[in-house]
């Protein structure tokens, strides 16, 4: 399975994936993860926001127990945030059955759209509309790089952007949540473990910073008669590190955007997206209000994501299960923990990252760390389908 999609969107200059929601690349692996559903006998179901699910028994007759995760990636990202969830769901799916087992109740395999938010902006964009946290008319409103909305990109998918919303009838066919990924850190690295269990995921949001100023000919104006937006956007990079510092948590400026972007012109326009996180959800406010005011930006939130805290007996269980599995927090954040944020008892297992680099070529695990994850998934299936 791993070699049927690793040469997906991926870039042949910098071995990095570009594999943006809706994009041909995309497509083509959610063509492929019906094909795999196909060949096993699954039903596979779309929902109304576009998030497949591949359904061994009718989750219309009892909740089934899900795992899963998505297919698309951050720009120039590596080959496992998300996939490796996708492709151990199916391959633990194959473990069971080659032991034998029947589920006392459904069990599903999902695939989420616009988990990393790459081309529109906002993260976990497929579970946000399934759990009705996004609004869909502001979802449809989005816009990517080349001014495409959403809902024109849907269309010209060949779906209907006036469907996206909650969907209570798919939320309800899902009883438990397990998704397996690949640590997005090293804490199973100083732990010596292969694999662990989430305990939590840290509040974390992502903010679009404005900053005006003037375009000009770059060689015919005077110094002091610029008005040059990227001055307040450098300081203010400055400032979100040295704030970060002194709160104890993170923030990045990891993207902006130019106007009129010419080598030979002052800028008019900054545009840059902050992305802030940490244990606190006090501390990462804290940071934020410390920039809008510094700044002088306008300052508009696009997402915001509340501390998750798994359920303790859930994962507790979903620990033994795979052998006593250590049990980690992770500043990441991942389709569970939206559901988790709805209600639905949801968990995630980890698979130990070298490493420890993530969104990124260099990202990696190894193949017997893989195989481990997928006993434990496994494992942690069997247990949860029994009862």
Known sequence: MWGAIEHLGRDDRTRGYLRDAW????????????????RRGLDLREDRNGN?????????????????????????????????????????????????FEPGRPLGIACFTDEEGARFGVP???SRLLTGVLDPDRARGLTDDEGDSLAEVLRGAGRDP?????????????GVFLELHVEQGQDLVHRDAPVGVASAIWPHGRWRFDFRGQANHAGTTRLEDRDDPMLPFARTVLRAREAAERGGVVATFGKFRVSPNNANAVPGLVSAWLDARGGEEAAVRALVAELVEFSGAEVGAESWTPVVDFDVVLRERIAAAVGGAPVLATGAGHDAGILASAGVPS????????TGISHSPDEYAETADCHAGVTALANALEDLCRS
Do not use: K
């Open 52 to 100: 497949l699910w591949a359904w061994w028994g009718d989750p219309s007759e009892r909740p089934g127990v899900v795992t899963g995760s998505h297919l698309d990636s951050v720009r120039q990202g590596g080959a496992f945030d998300g996939p490796l969830g996708v492709v151990s769901a199916f391959a633990a799916l194959d473990m069971l059955r080659a032991g034998g």
């Open 23 to 38: 994009s041909p690349a995309d497509l083509e692996l959610r063509q492929w993860f019906r094909q795999e559903a196909a």
């Open 124 to 126: 976990c964009m497929g």
């Open 347 to 354: 968990a995630m297992v980890f698979v130990r990252n070298p």
């Open 162 to 174: 006036g469907e996206l919303g909650r969907d209570t009838e798919t939320l309800g066919h899902v």
